[in-house]
């Protein structure tokens, strides 16, 4: 079993809704944690997520504790829960007749102090996001600015919409200027995802990254990724990932990196290493633009200027 905060995780309740008081759902599958391994045999458990099936055929998670989202052990049993029910929708015949998925619903049960002091734990998670980059700084006072060509965004909002399943991609970038990049296309690798995670097979992986042209091989600086409906803060998982890229990218004066992880909800979280200017951006320090909304802007600046509100008391056509 990974390191967790509980000390016991059970998904052994669910029960089939045969009413309209809870939308779409059909089946729910209560995910139970107990912090005390003593205790989980003479307490209810506390309720840190449910899986939950429904009448479109969909699998969504909504967490009760956002630590379950990044928890490993909690995402074990999560990922156990998806499979198995599955499995139980099939055999019962449920299919899917509507398209309305539920979003996550994360709630405040714990702390976010409480939330923050845990997730920078190496003996929770074994990693620590201050011990990640020790020499970079967060930016004060500074912006930086993400552009997304049309192709890039096309292609990753196909991407969400196509695949149920978690699916990864690279893209390449290039720097306009200080702070400044622009993603210009995006290319998925080969890899097995799953409704949690996404593996790779490291020599079929080696094989695509070396059949690439030079140039997107080298202005390949981007790693995407979607978490489906899930919350889209990065998980143990994917800090461990950033680790691996980061220690290589330290070997170089003026190397960057972008990682973005989107969901279904088109949420999306964002981070950008930077050695040249020895900083770390993240989310609301991070301007995202499409390269075309500037002339889309524009044009509605116009439009706006051209279409008047009929004067009080007159009469429009």
């Not at 209560?30 to 506390?46: F, L």
């Not at 052990?73 to 156990?80: D, L, M, R």
Request: proline content about 3%.
């Amino acid at each position: 079993m990974s390191k967790s905060y509980w000390a016991e995780i059970r998904n052994d309740y669910d029960r089939v809704i045969d009413d309209d008081k809870h939308g779409d759902a059909l089946i729910e599958v209560y995910i139970d944690a107990w912090r005390n391994p003593d205790d989980d045999d003479h307490e209810e458990g506390k309720v840190i997520a449910k899986v939950i099936f429904t009448k479109s055929g969909d699998i969504c998670i909504t967490y009760h504790n956002y630590m379950a989202s990044e928890d490993s052990y909690a995402q074990e049993i999560i990922s156990e829960t998806i499979s198995e029910l599955r499995k139980t929708a099939k055999l019962k015949g449920f299919k899917g007749d509507v398209e309305m998925p539920i979003p996550i619903i994360p709630s405040e049960e714990i702390e976010k102090e409480e939330y923050e002091t845990m997730k920078n734990s190496i003996s929770l998670y074994g990693w620590n996001n201050s011990s990640l980059t020790p020499s970079l700084k967060l930016p004060k006072d500074i912006t930086a600015k993400l552009w997304i060509s049309d192709l890039a965004y096309s292609k990753t909002t196909a991407l969400l919409s196509s695949f149920s399943t978690e699916v990864g991609w690279h893209g390449t970038v290039s720097r306009k200027g200080e702070h400044e990049y622009i993603i210009e296309d995006i290319f998925v690798y080969p890899q097995e995802g799953t409704e949690v995670a996404i593996n790779t097979d490291l020599a079929e992986y080696t094989k695509w990254l070396y059949d690439c042209d030079d140039e997107t091989f080298n202005k390949r600086r981007m790693h995407g990724h979607s978490h489906v409906y899930m919350d889209t803060k990065p998980s143990g998982v994917d800090m461990e990932h950033r680790d691996k890229i980061i220690k290589q990218l330290k070997t170089t004066k003026d190397g960057f990196y972008i990682f973005m992880i989107w969901n279904k909800h088109y949420n999306i979280n964002n981070t950008i290493y930077d050695m040249k200017s020895d900083m770390i951006f993240e989310n609301r320090e991070i301007k995202v633009e499409r390269v075309n909304s500037v002339e889309v802007k524009d044009f509605l600046k116009g439009a706006q200027e051209k279409v008047r509100q009929p004067k009080e008391g007159s009469l429009a056509n």
